[in-house]
């Protein structure tokens, strides 16, 4: 026989899922619907003032036959590369040097954290006038003279850079949180066995730390697929080197609001959904092989 609930359970329930609505409509109106009709919208040819003509699979024959297309997504996979590595590297290099035994430990954890609550911006702006050709800081303090925003040959990197300075502070807040974790004992009893500071980092803390570790290299992956803001505001449309740093959220943005091709902009983000589903089955198959769970 089925259960019943009190009366002041059943309260406790819909006070509860009173709680939860909000979060559960906006969810369904802000991201679910949005989903769907991008799903539709891909396999249709926008005719303006929001009718759509259905074409089946044209705009998916389109951009898998358009050079642009595959260097978009060439482009994408070049800027994880560079960006989560080396980002993943400082922050956890800033983490330990902020969880060790230093002063004003809290006024460092506030610099580091402070490109974070920066307007990308007013962030964008700075790094603009460092990098720039003519006048920039940078060839200043070099005396070259390179575009490092104009040269095809350069701006990716130069883009990178901006992106792993930007999330170092937050990653590393993370990671510290997963480092203070980590209890005292065990450096303590492996120090008394003889084991020095590089044998404890690969013993006890990068094994201790690889959940946090992996979460933030999930996120990483994930904001480095997607990045749009970063590079729309460093490289304008009319930039030559545009072509050799463009993503696929670029790309989406100017099919899709520039030209005009809301389907074809459509497909596009289904392949950058897909591109971010498959990164992410990968992180969690290859996570059993190095994360450990264990306290």
């Known amino acids: 026989m089925k259960n019943r609930l009190s009366p002041a359970a059943r309260r406790e329930e819909n006070w ?10 906006g969810l369904i109106v802000l991201n679910l619907w ?6 539709y919208t891909s396999f249709c040819e926008h005719l303006g003032f929001g009718h759509y003509k259905f074409i089946g699979i044209g705009n998916f024959v389109r951009m898998f036959q358009n050079a642009e297309f595959w260097k978009a997504t060439w482009n994408t996979i070049l800027f994880c590369i560079l ?12 983490a330990m040097l902020l969880n060790a035994k230093i002063k004003f430990k809290g006024g460092f954890r506030t610099t580091f ?24 800081i940078l060839n200043s303090l070099f005396g070259t003279h390179i575009g490092w925003i104009t040269d095809p040959n350069f701006v990716m990197i130069s883009c990178a850079v901006v992106a792993i300075w930007s999330n170092i502070g937050y990653d590393a807040v993370l990671l510290l949180a997963g480092l203070q974790n980590i209890p005292k004992t065990l450096y303590e009893a492996n120090s008394i066995d003889g ?3 590089v044998k404890q980092f690969f013993t ?12 933030v ?12 803001d970063l590079i729309y505001m460093m490289v304008e449309e009319t930039n030559p080197a545009v072509t050799s740093v463009q993503s696929l959220m670029y790309l989406f943005y100017r099919s899709s609001f520039v030209a005009g091709e809301r389907g074809y902009g459509s497909a596009i983000v289904l392949w950058t959904v897909l591109l971010i589903g498959l990164v992410t089955v990968i992180q969690f198959y290859g996570q059993k092989k190095w994360v450990n769970y264990d306290v």
């Open 16 to 25: 509860a899922w009173l709680m939860v609505a909000p979060t559960i409509v």
């Open 113 to 136: 954290f402070l490109p974070m609550v920066c307007a990308p911006a007013a962030v964008t702006m700075v790094w603009r006038f460092i990098f720039n050709g003519e006048y920039g």
């Open 217 to 228: 290299m999930i996120m990483r992956l994930m904001s480095s697929v997607k990045v749009y």
């Open 83 to 94: 960006t989560v590595p080396v980002g993943l590297f400082l922050s956890l290099l800033v």
């Open 195 to 197: 084991a020095g500071k």
């Open 34 to 39: 949005p989903f769907v009709q991008t799903i």
């Open 204 to 215: 006890i803390t990068l094994p201790m730390v690889s959940p946090t570790l992996f979460v």
